[in-house]
């Protein structure tokens, strides 16, 4: 990443220098770094990688188009892998967008609509990307400025990402998308059509291009960063994912970097037909699973620390977190066991049963958050640093931090850990991310509605009162 010179801005300055060394960054990209070390290590070669058909080169798994329930299986162990070392807290491990690429590549035939030559840009993408394990941020939403369904954007110079030329060389691109996750530390930005208006042309359209490609810039929010002490941080001092606002000021995308424009209709198909969608849940259930666990073992070591067992309310607490738990493992359990073949021959876990999961979990995971600050209670805001443990304070914290079941040097360990994943700005950022990473709940238990099929349930009933059937 360092080869890189991204254009990346926070409050208001031009990032200088390696991102690599920037505090913002450094503690993400060590991590990735070591998730990409966990692929090649002998201990996990063969769980992780698999022969590259172009290469037969060890390629990341995650970039495995499954083909069986057995692919679906070795995926999940993979995935499982990565989560497991970050505890699920980086959303946007590369096996994220790799699945992505590699769902969308597996269906790239449906770009031969408008050209053949944009299916061909897709699969090589994500053949190179495969071969070379390319790390991707993505973007599909349009900036926040105006929400309301009839609303169309009529300023002269495009706020929106818009196509502002087409010429010999390629598309040009102006105009912002509002969020791309660890933008400026991956090789590649690949835009997703944004809106979902059957109408809206304009803005359908996809490619990828390299983060360091000219007249691409990336606005930062502000760092939840606050130190490097594993200590008093430690999931933001390892794990802080950073957010960016993409800008494109004239950007010229390439024809061979183009796999659809204009086309509202290639949008729709390519998200329908495509497995997009469960497979990519597939990841995103398992990483949350993953959390899951993590959460549930804290909320019990506060609860033993405290000493709080013997109280039914904590005991319903804790029982919230294992129910939400075990649904989701029956329903990643579920959809495997109900993975299909689609079109295209990729084995694909069922939708409805992922859809469920990742539903369920925007409103499960704040409550687990809420459960761990109501057990937690005042603790989580008298907890001493690193620092007054090497301080002349260190007899006072020693008798006054203890716990039931530990040292005050346990107890503050378990308690800032609580901190950070609940009140810290990194915690708070990692609900709102649980709650829209996947898009707005509203729109998905919208989704769920309209995908779920109920016809045979409303046949109970028609039979049951032997009423004329309705036509579905
Ligand atoms: C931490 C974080 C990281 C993210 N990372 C990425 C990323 O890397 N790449 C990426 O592409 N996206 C990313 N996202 C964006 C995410 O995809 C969006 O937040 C999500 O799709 C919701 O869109 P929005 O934020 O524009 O909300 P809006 O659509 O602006 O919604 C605002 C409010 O209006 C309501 N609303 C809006 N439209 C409707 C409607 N039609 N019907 C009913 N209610 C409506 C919503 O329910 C909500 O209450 C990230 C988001 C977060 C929070």
């Not at 031969?112 to 840009?121: A, G, L, T």
């Not at 360091?212 to 929010?221: H, M, P, S, V």
Request: hydrophobic share 35%.
């Amino acid at each position: 990443m360092d080869q890189l010179k991204p254009n990346v801005w926070m409050k208001g300055k031009q990032i200088q220098g390696k991102l690599s060394e920037h505090p913002a960054y450094k503690g993400a990209m060590l991590t990735k770094a070591s998730l990409y070390d966990t692929q090649v290590h002998p201990d996990f070669i063969e769980k992780m990688t698999y022969s590259s058909p172009r290469t037969n080169e060890r390629v990341g798994i995650s970039f495995l188009q499954p083909k069986s329930k057995e692919d679906l299986e070795a995926r999940r162990h993979m995935i499982n892998i990565w989560a497991t070392k970050t505890a699920g807290m980086m959303g946007r491990t590369p096996d994220y967008l790799n699945t992505v690429l590699m769902t969308l590549a597996a269906s790239a035939s449906i770009l031969d609509d408008q050209d053949e030559e944009f299916s061909k840009n897709l699969t090589n993408l994500y053949e190179t990307a495969r071969d070379h394990d390319l790390s991707f941020t993505h973007s599909f939403i349009n900036p926040q400025v105006d929400r309301s369904s009839d609303y169309t954007e009529l300023s002269t110079q495009p706020i929106a990402t818009k196509i502002v030329e087409k010429n010999s060389n390629g598309i040009v691109i102006k105009g912002a998308r509002l969020l791309a996750t660890q933008g400026g530390i991956t090789d590649e930005v690949l835009v997703l059509p944004s809106s979902s208006k059957v109408t809206d042309n304009e803005y359908a359209f996809s490619f990828s291009i390299p983060t360091d490609t000219d007249g691409l810039k990336f606005i930062c929010r502000e760092s939840y960063y606050q130190g490097s002490s594993f200590f008093n941080y430690p999931l933001s001092s390892r794990f802080h994912e950073m957010d960016t606002m993409i800008i494109f000021d004239n950007v010229l995308v390439p024809w061979d970097r183009v796999f659809f424009y204009h086309r509202q209709d290639i949008a729709h198909q390519l998200f329908l037909r495509s497995s997009f969608t469960p497979l990519t849940l597939h990841q995103v259930i398992i990483r949350q699973i993953t959390k899951t666990e993590f959460i549930l073992g804290l909320a019990q070591k506060m609860v033993t620390t405290l000493n709080l067992s013997e109280y039914q309310h904590i005991q319903g607490k804790i029982s919230e977190i294992i129910i939400g738990l075990e649904t989701m493992k029956a329903l990643l359990d579920q959809a495997e066991l109900h993975a299909n073949e689609d079109e295209w021959g990729t084995m694909v876990p069922n939708t409805n049963s992922l859809y469920i999961s990742v539903t369920m979990f925007s409103k499960l995971y704040p409550r687990m958050i809420e459960i761990l600050q109501l057990i937690g209670a005042g603790g989580l805001v008298a907890i001493p640093t690193e620092e007054d443990f090497h301080s002349p304070l260190v007899k006072d914290i020693e008798k006054y931090c203890q716990g039931a079941a530990c040292n005050a040097d346990t107890k503050t360990k378990i308690f800032r850990l609580a901190w950070d994943l609940t009140m810290s700005a990194f915690g708070t950022r990692q609900t709102q991310y649980e709650r829209y990473f996947f898009g707005d709940p509203v729109k998905l238990t919208s989704n769920l509605y309209n995908g779920y099929p109920r016809h045979e349930y409303m046949n109970l009933v028609e039979d049951f009162l032997e009423i004329n059937k309705e036509a579905h």
